[in-house]
């Protein structure tokens, strides 16, 4: 079993499961949670910041970042989860404990929580999307494929986090990854303002990232500009979970597998 | 259901074992499957571990020079000991004796470090997972999922073994009602109390119908009356023809499940029998304790013959002997009548303390 075809392995949609019954418990202010947050920045500083100036070039702010805030939300969505909410299931909660007793690879437990990550993303950032609909953000019938790509995205997002999960010594060292590394992501992702501006060695750190092409993919996606690049980029965020769902296997498998 | 599947599953291995066997797992379906091992009907003699009468068929967990070292620690040091089908075998031992590693080996959750280890018939490092398929497992955490309530916990379980849909669910409200905790299906597991906790894992393991149940610790930390509970549900799956395999720290509760017990301690076996052979060979049938500040016991160890083994803890001496009457009727002769004393027989419990040093070892 390699981690990519896990993604299909019946037990994966099991471990999915687990985790939509129990998250069907608190569903409510999980979502309060994962839309409110952002959409105050989204309103603070879109409509706030955004009524001072626009964007050469590219219009107003609050426009510039709208589809931006699909990617950030999704990259909150999938990563908090991945990293805080997986490191509760496997250490505290003793949830992959009973489950590799079970005949359950560990890898298939890895693939359940990016199958769930995705359902986040998308879930959250479709919510985000219909609120920016209702401003008049949304110009494109093709925003209709966003929920597709905030899952591909979700995946993406959730490999690196489940991963620091399953290396870190407390809970608390989570937090080096949330600010050394999913916050710098965001900031030079180009989910606030273009990066034209960026020198670049810094744009090809950005480059590097999935969030980058995530929102350059949303940004296409909502303002109608959609073009084989975009399909190139979907392109990259594929193939880099084909190659990120590799680094984690053997501290999952050293872990959870005998 | 269960019931009658087992019950079959015993008439069906009889054609396959020899009649000593047969005899044996009839006096334990018929005397509630415990503590009634027919004389000389031990599977393995202690010094040469090799089978001698059971058939090989009927070896459902056999272990070979096992280790298990984590980094300097040597947690296992080499074990040996077979398990037959039926049976109910303990591991006895204190905490840190190696019980867990070896559990955790035999259900696949760690890696031996050398030896051989076979459950089932498969080798346990390269089938794992189609023995985890026919093991039922209940490791000393419980791990029953917090997020979800009682039937969710189940059915989740239960898919996991391909088990879905209506099967599923009646599954888990006949495993619910034989470990009494029907009614509960919709509470979540924290509201649970500890004894229903355990029955709960209990009968979680027993979604698949395991061949082996394997039980960690089954009933540490419970208090009395939820051991009780228990023990009952165990020896009723036992009565039933499931195959046991638990640890404990209990020489009670081994003496009352187990068939065969192995003493382990520091990562080896040190002895492996009947409670009853255990107890007649490492301490005699009854124990003298005498309570005695002023040294006025006889000092002949022996006493004649009538002490096989004599210990002395502080001021407390145990004169381990066949017949507490005789002795005491002996001692009055000596002209020593203990003021204070406790006249019991033996139990595991002696055999345990005998073995692994009288002091607790933490």
Known sequence: ?258 | MLKRRNKWRIIGSWFLLPPERCLRRLAATRYGGHAKVLPGSLCFKRESRKPTMCAMSSIVVNARSLTKRYGQIEAVRGIDFAISAGECYGFLGVNGAGKTSTMKMIYCRIARTSGDLSVLGMDAARDASRIKQRLGVVAQENALDPELDVIENLLLYASFFGITGKAARRKAEELLELVAISGKERALVRELSGGMKRRLVIARALVNDPDILVLDEPTTGLDPQARLLVWEKLTRLLDGGLTLLLTTHYMEEAARLCNRVAVIDEGKILAEGSPEQLIAQFAARDVLEIVDAEGRLPADIHLNGLVVRRERHGDTHYLYNSDNRILLHRLAELGFDPPRHVARQATLEDVFLNMTGRELAE
């Open chain 1, 1 to 258: 079993m390699n981690p990519v075809t896990a993604l299909f392995a019946p037990n994966s949609w099991r471990v999915f499961r687990r985790n939509l019954l129990a998250w069907q418990k608190y569903a409510w202010s999980s979502v309060a949670i994962n839309i409110v947050e952002p959409f105050a920045y989204f309103l603070a500083l879109g409509f706030g910041l955004g009524a001072y100036f626009s964007l050469t070039g590219y219009g107003s702010l609050v426009q510039y970042m709208a589809p931006g805030f699909l990617g950030l939300t999704a990259l909150n969505a999938a990563t908090f989860d991945a990293a805080w909410g997986c490191y509760e299931r496997r250490v505290f909660n003793g949830v992959y404990e009973s489950m590799v007793t079970a005949p359950v690879d560990p890898l298939e437990i890895a693939s359940g929580e990016y199958l769930w990550q995705a359902f986040r993303s998308a879930l959250y950032g479709t919510l985000f999307l219909i609120v920016i609909s209702g401003f008049g953000l949304v110009h494109s019938w093709w925003a209709l494929l966003c929920p597709v790509m905030l899952a591909i995205a979700g995946i993406a997002f959730a490999i690196p986090a489940l991963f620091v999960s399953f290396l870190v010594k407390t809970q608390e060292h989570l937090f080096y990854y949330f600010s050394f590394v999913a916050t710098p992501m965001v900031m030079i992702g180009g989910v606030f303002f273009p990066l034209d501006k960026f020198p670049h060695w810094l744009l090809a750190i950005a480059w590097l990232t999935p969030l980058y092409h995530a929102v350059k993919v949303f940004r296409a996606l909502v303002m109608g500009t959609v073009s084989w690049n975009t399909g190139l980029e979907v392109l990259w965020v594929l193939a880099a979970i084909g190659v990120f769902a590799f680094i984690p296997v053997s501290s999952i498998k050293s872990k959870l597998a005998n």
